[in-house]
């Protein structure tokens, strides 16, 4: 054994001492988080749903692995003093061939410069593809942050039974009579539902609703300006909210997904990418470790995933912290996703491209972009191809991206804004995708180790996990 790994097993040894120390009872990990609201932004919540284990257990374990010599080699301080790793992006279409494997050679191509974005194609093989998706056909999949009302045939007959006029603009004839020719159509049914709500209906969707709420006004197609003194406004903008909350069509996410964890040494596959991970980000692999399971997402068709961010910024919520090193257990934490690398599983017939849509502008402004003053450019089922930058998905494919800049002294600095993204509707076939996350350290909590490291540590020593 070499002096350098004995010296990092005995620092395993002396940071689980001191974990175990402080967290005498138990602790869970992170494993999925919600999101929680506060004004317009969101917060990242832990869900906790791994049982209680104790601490004391690991160092045990760990004791016992620091007199195997066979044991493998944890890398627990191998951060580097110059920071996070970072690929210069060079110039659009730029292109690498990086010997990612021994003898073998892939090419990496910069897609935009602000954030650096980068395809690489033919990261995984078919057989790696295939394999990620037996994995999560044999553990199952659930609904993506989909909420289900239990109230909601309640609710639908409260609408039903609501009467009279809004309050709101949409109890104004004009407002609806985009054209002024005097009769409200259902195109222009269809018009205020997207510019005053965001919602976008087909024009089945319009039918169902006239005939699901009687509006016996449209019944020859318009509405007068005598049959709007009973059109039933109020219940009419109660339901598209209501469309908009529980139908998955119209909700910002709409697909399935689960995680698979890429520790251990009990999956060579999930492995084996890791490691090809590392050699492409060239990060240490505490790092590399301590990135999230493996996020697999399956969408139907119709399925999508309206722009969004994967990570948060420390700016705005200095007061948290990164949800992947909340070892408190506290209830908010912020995620704290330095790279993302999402590969491509297999190709949709038609539709599924991801959409960056502020890549490579210039001045972005995430505050006035929300404001949506020039459409809701947020909704990818309308606004896929207004896009600064549309990737078609291609199976095995990877495409990586920084979510955050670097700080001065290059770890974890802010939220990169120009990273909003997202993915476009499947319209034909189905898409399988995975997001890989990497998670990294402010400066200043470097010391502190990623869950879901320790929790590797730990169970590499628990055969009974598995
Ligand atoms: C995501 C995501 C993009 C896509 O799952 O976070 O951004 O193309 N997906 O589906
Ligand atoms: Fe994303």
């Known amino acids: 054994m070499s002096l350098f790994s004995c010296k990092k097993q005995a620092c395993v040894f002396l940071l689980v001492c001191v974990v175990s120390s402080v967290f005498v009872e138990c602790s869970r990990y992170t494993k999925d988080v919600s999101h929680s609201c506060i004004g317009e932004f969101c917060v990242a919540k832990s869900a906790f749903d791994e049982p209680c284990m104790d601490y004391r257990k690991v160092t045990k374990n ?48 910069t897609r935009a410069m602000e954030p650096p974005i980068f395809e690489i194609p033919g990261f995984l093989s078919d057989e790696e593809c295939d394999g990620i998706i037996d994995r999560t056909r044999k553990q199952g999949l659930f609904n993506s942050d989909v909420h289900v009302d239990p109230d909601a045939r309640e609710q639908e007959k409260k609408i039903k039974r609501l009467i009279g006029h809004a309050d709101s603009p949409a109890g104004n004839f004009l407002v609806w009579d985009d054209n002024r020719d005097g009769v409200i159509s259902k195109d222009e049914l269809k018009s205020f539902a997207a510019e005053s709500k965001f919602l976008y209906m087909s024009d089945e969707e319009v039918d169902e609703m006239i005939e699901k709420m009687e509006l016996t006004e449209f019944d020859d197609g318009i509405v007068t300006i005598e049959e709007f003194k009973t059109l039933r406004t109020a219940a009419m903008e109660k339901y598209f909210l209501e469309m908009k909350k529980t139908h998955p069509k119209h909700r910002d996410r709409y697909s399935q997904q689960t995680w698979l964890p890429q520790r251990g040494n009990y999956d060579k596959l999930l ?110 089922s309308k606004f896929c191809h207004q896009a600064t930058l549309v990737i078609p998905p291609k199976r095995g494919t990877a495409i990586m991206w920084y979510n955050h800049h670097l700080s001065a002294s290059g770890w974890l600095g802010d939220l990169d804004w120009k990273t909003l993204h997202g993915g476009c509707d499947i319209l034909k076939g189905e898409k399988w995708l995975a997001n890989n996350w990497l998670t990294a350290p402010n400066e200043g909590e470097k010391h502190i180790r990623s869950n879901y490291y320790i929790k590797e540590l730990e169970e590499l020593h628990d055969d009974s996990v598995y």
């Open 271 to 380: 492995r084996q990418i890791r490691q090809r991970v590392a050699n492409l980000t060239k990060l240490p692999m505490s790092i590399i470790k301590g990135g999230e399971h493996l996020q697999v997402v399956h969408y139907n068709i119709n399925g999508h995933y309206h722009a969004h961010y994967d990570s948060q910024s420390n700016v705005q919520f200095p007061q948290y912290k990164c949800c992947h090193q909340n070892l408190d257990k506290l209830p908010e934490c912020r995620l704290c996703r330095y790279i993302t690398i999402l590969y491509y599983l297999n190709q949709p017939e038609i539709g599924g491209e991801t959409a960056f849509v502020a890549a490579d502008v210039d001045d972005f402004n995430e505050t006035e972009f929300r404001k949506r003053e020039k459409g809701d450019h947020y909704n990818l």
């Open 62 to 109: 760990i004791e016992r692995d620091i007199d195997n010599e066979e044991e493998e080699d944890h890398d627990f301080i191998d951060y580097p003093k110059e920071g996070l790793f970072r690929w210069d992006p060079v110039e659009i279409g730029h292109k690498r061939e990086l010997e990612l494997e021994a003898d073998k050679f892939y090419s990496m191509i």
